[in-house]
């Protein structure tokens, strides 16, 4: 009937159920219960965008043997359809009634499946509402299934690096025609709309995530959203964008300067430039997600206590975090960001962010190096 | 320092916090603890898409008396100072050890908080982690806040209602244009991509949702990404939107024509057309959700049996749903969208959808109304 999505071949998936197969024998489980856009996404290939609706909850259970089973609203079911997996189980959603749960209690009683691990830890949250899996609970040995999941998840397959490495390269290319959109004159919000035509028109899917911010000495904030404040002469214009292509993410931003930039600015995006060749140069395989954190503040000098790079993946930030406290090992086949910010005044900062792989020799660039010197904008 | 976000006047917030409030004296309630982003932008004014990254959790809790409190990551702080909210406390995330649970806990005690609802019901999730949220649960009386925060947020104010028509407008401006960009030849994928720049072109700050399809008889699916398959003559082209405005949603869609559709899909499409216009005639204030799902399925061959509508706001879709089974009570001041659908043959249907807002007179259009035949593309 329909035809199959074709984001990747079901060996990508059998080797991801193998894996999480792996994982919850080492943590004792009989199936991993998962909820999320990306855990959904990463274990059957499910892509849509109607996550955006919070009407429904959407199931899927890896049993420790055997393939994964989708308990789903029957709106999904023509998609699902289409994706490796056999066994889809649908009920009519939303019903106040009962919105899944009897069937997913069935299913899972039908599995056999009595000690279920369920994402509960850092950077996880459970997709599906509170009461039912109060219920649920009640009729299973729920566990914490965080450890199984993130070890699988983080270690991305060539398949998956190829991917990101496209979404990446289709962001360079938005950022090398900024000029054509930023110049001084140009309110910030209309430049935000502008960029985020140029990553549609270089061939993302969909844009989840833009930021950015400008300024003559960088900026307070990098969460806001865009004001109708024109660029002036002399301001720096940071853009940050996780634009989506066949569901991965990138997460990189670019620099740019109206005009010229002040001594001070043109030096910490001189540091920052530097702190990420260092990293870029040294990071490998075996160091701690702590340690990483430590490469990228120290040759600044004013290291940021906040986070300093991340996982990246289906998600636009994914676990480990570059934190003193995360003590996650880095391991070959993570997708990383890069990500160190300094200070240029006392309340404004400067951020750059490059993506990478981390191989068993050291990072590969996944984003285009930005530009030592910045990129000139009128 | 920073300037105030301009999407609201404080008096906006006032006005929702007092309600809140008296939804939880009625519900007997000392506070509510809200996570979600459409939460923490409904009490707070805090608009970001920074939530697209899900590493680390947020906090607000509005007391049953007083002011909203955002506890919260600090890389928040700048963006929280510039809204109403005058209690903010930050933490360092993410933090493996200890991420926000602490100051959350203290907080609420300090604020001598002891039973607390956190939205528990249909259409909600909780944005934290599980096992944080277990930890909590030992110390607070934790009970279902659903009905106080539902009863709050689905009545629109004024100033709510005209974010909406606005959006809206520039939704329907961008719908207008989309025979500069679907004809003949054209992949559906590409359609995809130039409709999002046209939303932005128009106004509209980002596109969190973009859905369709397209085919001789209907679609057999409406989540489904696009796929690179051109458009072909005889084809029926549905574009559905969730832009963004200002944190506030539209969700319609329109259905054009590739050249002179079928005769079964025109007669579907004035089908829909008129079940619509019943709905805009005859609903009222004081019927429920299932006497809207009965007027909107009554005039179609087949009635679907699934949601033929919902709320709408701040997410693509809000409660209530337009389904047999939801009996909430219809209330002057909801917006709504009308969508009903029908089939075209065994396997493939068409979608129609509008926006309104329910006034006690009956309903009032927010999108531009759809042309009676639809649209036709080169």
Chains 1, 2 share one sequence.
């Not at 998936?13 to 999480?20: D, G, I, P």
């Not at 806001?224 to 066949?246: E, F, I, N, Q, W």
């Amino acid at each position: 009937m329909a035809e199959p999505l074709l984001i990747f071949p079901d060996d990508e998936f059998r080797a991801r159920t193998a894996q999480l197969q792996a994982e919850m024998n080492a943590h004792d489980l009989d199936a991993l219960l998962l909820t999320t856009p990306q855990d959904v996404f990463y274990t059957t290939g499910f892509l849509t965008r109607f996550w955006e609706s919070p009407a429904r909850p959407w199931f899927v259970i890896v049993p420790a043997a055997g393939l994964p089973v989708a308990v789903i609203p029957s709106i999904g079911a023509p998609l699902m359809q289409r994706t490796w997996v056999a066994d889809i189980r649908t009920w009519d959603a939303p019903n106040p009634v009962d919105d899944g749960l009897s069937l997913l209690t069935d299913t899972l009683r039908d599995l056999r499946l009595h000690r279920i691990g369920v994402p509960m830890g850092l950077e996880t949250h459970l997709r599906m509402p509170l009461a039912d899996f109060h219920s649920l609970s009640k009729s299973f040995d729920i566990v914490d299934g965080t450890p199984a999941l993130h070890r699988t998840r983080e270690i991305k397959s060539e398949a998956e690096i190829a991917k990101i490495r496209d979404i990446c390269t289709i962001a360079g290319r938005a950022f090398d025609r900024v000029p054509e959109i930023a110049h001084a004159g140009v309110p910030l919000n209309q430049v935000f709309r502008d960029f985020q035509s140029l990553l549609l028109q270089e061939g993302a899917d969909w844009v989840s995530y833009v930021a950015g911010a400008a300024g003559p000495d960088g900026y307070a904030d990098v969460i806001s959203p865009a004001a109708p404040t024109p660029l002036r002469p002399g301001d720096v214009l940071m853009l940050d964008t996780g634009a989506v292509r066949d569901g991965y993410f990138c997460d990189f931003d670019r620099n740019a300067f109206v005009g010229t930039p002040s001594d001070a600015v043109r030096r910490t995006h001189d540091r920052l430039w530097q702190a990420t060749e260092i990293a870029l140069d040294t990071l490998r395989p075996g160091m701690r997600a702590c340690d990483a954190h430590r490469i990228l503040s120290g040759p600044l000098d004013a290291p940021g206590a906040g986070r300093l790079g991340h996982g990246l993946g289906t998600a636009l930030t994914e676990w480990p975090s570059f934190t003193p406290h995360d003590t996650t090992e880095l391991r070959a086949g993570m997708v990383l960001t890069l990500e160190p910010s300094a200070h240029v005044t006392d309340t404004h900062i400067l951020v750059h962010e490059e993506n990478i792989v981390l191989r068993d020799h050291g990072p590969e660039l996944l984003s285009p190096r930005a530009p030592q010197f910045g990129t000139v904008l009128r």
